[in-house]
Each structure stands twice: as structure tokens, then as C-alpha cells.
């Protein structure tokens, strides 16, 4: 069956280390998506790509990083500089502009 | 700035009554407004799309309104049963982008 895959489903990031976290599609989408979600909150898109080797930053960027080196893929990176990195990580993927967004099960990120 | 606003408090319904959910939203015009459910721990779901030029959309047991001069919309879900019990996001896209912003959500409970 087609879909999103993020792995792990639950990561611990010790304090100054840097976490990747996967996002692996099947669905053919050129565009794929990160976004966090706060107990709460709505989701904030932290970065998102339209096309292989290119991204923007989302309304969240800071202290993340991204690539996108094949359609498959987009992993993305919380880096030491995300003072507040835990939090629940959603992946996405879509098609033509208007499209449905698919999810992945989410990563959920602590702290140690 | 633009604004997505959902119910914060839960709705509580009794099975079979039909559930109503508001998203309003403040401050722009999207031409079209997507709604999801997203179940704890899992990511959103796609369920429908409506533009602004269709004052309904319907499936199955759900169906949509979008009221342009009310900057409204509501998600109806007849006949509800317990296993509808979820969290409802709203989600037009950003003012600009044709990226989906994403309300809070309404958790919506429905007792046997």
C-alpha cells in the first residue's frame, strides 16, 4: 500500500546532540512537508519541498534543518539550537496545489 | 495577521445526534478549505475539500458548508456513532500559499 513511514516513532535527544528524524514516501507526491504539533496547538509547518534539491522554510525554522536529495525522501534534522525540541513531528506529502495531505504516524521527540 | 479559529472545548454529543463543528477564520479569502481528523498519537487524515464557490460538500455521513461572507465554515457529521470520536482540524490555506494552515481542532466525543 502507498503512504508515509516515519521512523522512529519515539526519539530521545540528549542536551547539544543533533536528531534526524526519516520521512520515506511512496506516493509519487512531488511535495512533502514537516511540521510540529504542540499539545494544543495546531500544527506549524517547520520546512516544506515542492521539488528534489529544493526547500523553503516554514513559520518555524530556526533550529531545523532539511534535505531533499531524492522524491522519496525529505528527513529532516533538530538540531542543538532548538532550545524546545520536544514536541510531536509530523511528515506530509502532496500532489497537485490544492491536494489532500498525507500523514506519516508522527515522531515524538523528548528530552533526556 | 490571519487567523484560524476552532472550538478550544470539546463537543460532547450523544450517538446518533448530529455533531457540528465551526472553523472561522479572520483577516483573508482562501479559496478553498480543507478538513481533517486526526486520532491521538496518529496523524491528520484528509477528509474533504470545499471551495469558494460551493456552499456544500457532502460525503457519506459528513458534509461541509462555507459561508464567504460569514468567513465560516461547518463540518456536520450525521447519525454519529462512537468510533467518529476525534480531533476535527480546519484548514485553508495560507494567505499567499497554497499551503494548508492548520487550526487547533475541536475533539469532538461521542457517547454510546
Known amino acids: 500500500d502507498g503512504g508515509i513511514t516515519q521512523s522512529p516513532k519515539y526519539l530521545f535527544r540528549k542536551e547539544g546532540q543533533n536528531v534526524t528524524l526519516s520521512c520515506e514516501q511512496n506516493?509519487?507526491?512531488?511535495?512533502m512537508y514537516w511540521y510540529r504539533q504542540d499539545p494544543g496547538q495546531g500544527l506549524r509547518l517547520i520546512y516544506y519541498s515542492q521539488i528534489v534539491n529544493d526547500f523553503q522554510k516554514g513559520d518555524i525554522a530556526e533550529g531545523y534543518s532539511v534535505s531533499r536529495e531524492k522524491k522519496e525522501s525529505f528527513p529532516l534534522t533538530v538540531t542543538s539550537a532548538q532550545k524546545n525540541p520536544t514536541a510531536f513531528y509530523l511528515c506530509?506529502?502532496?500532489?497537485?496545489?490544492?491536494?489532500?495531505?498525507?500523514f506519516g504516524d508522527g515522531t515524538r521527540l523528548s528530552i533526556l | 495577521s490571519q487567523k484560524i479559529e476552532q472550538n478550544s472545548e470539546a463537543l460532547n454529543i450523544q450517538e446518533g445526534k448530529t455533531a457540528t463543528l465551526t472553523c472561522n477564520y479572520t483577516?483573508?479569502?482562501?479559496?478553498?478549505l480543507q478538513w481533517y481528523r486526526q486520532d491521538p498519537g496518529r496523524g491528520p487524515v484528509f477528509l474533504l475539500l470545499?471551495?469558494?464557490?460551493?456552499k456544500e460538500k457532502r460525503k457519506e455521513r459528513l458534509k461541509v458548508t462555507f459561508d464567504t461572507t460569514l468567513k465560516q465554515s461547518l463540518f456536520h457529521i450525521t447519525a454519529s456513532q462512537p468510533a467518529d470520536s476525534a480531533t476535527y482540524l480546519c484548514?485553508?490555506?495560507?494567505?499567499?500559499?497554497?499551503?494548508?494552515?492548520f487550526g487547533r481542532g475541536t475533539s469532538l466525543i461521542v457517547h454510546p
Open positions: 506516493l509519487n507526491h512531488d511535495a
Open positions: 483577516n483573508y479569502s482562501p479559496a478553498y
Open positions: 506530509a506529502s502532496s500532489t497537485q496545489k490544492e491536494g489532500a495531505q498525507h
Open positions: 484548514a485553508p490555506p495560507g494567505g499567499g500559499s497554497y499551503i494548508p494552515t
Open positions: 470545499i471551495r469558494e464557490n460551493e
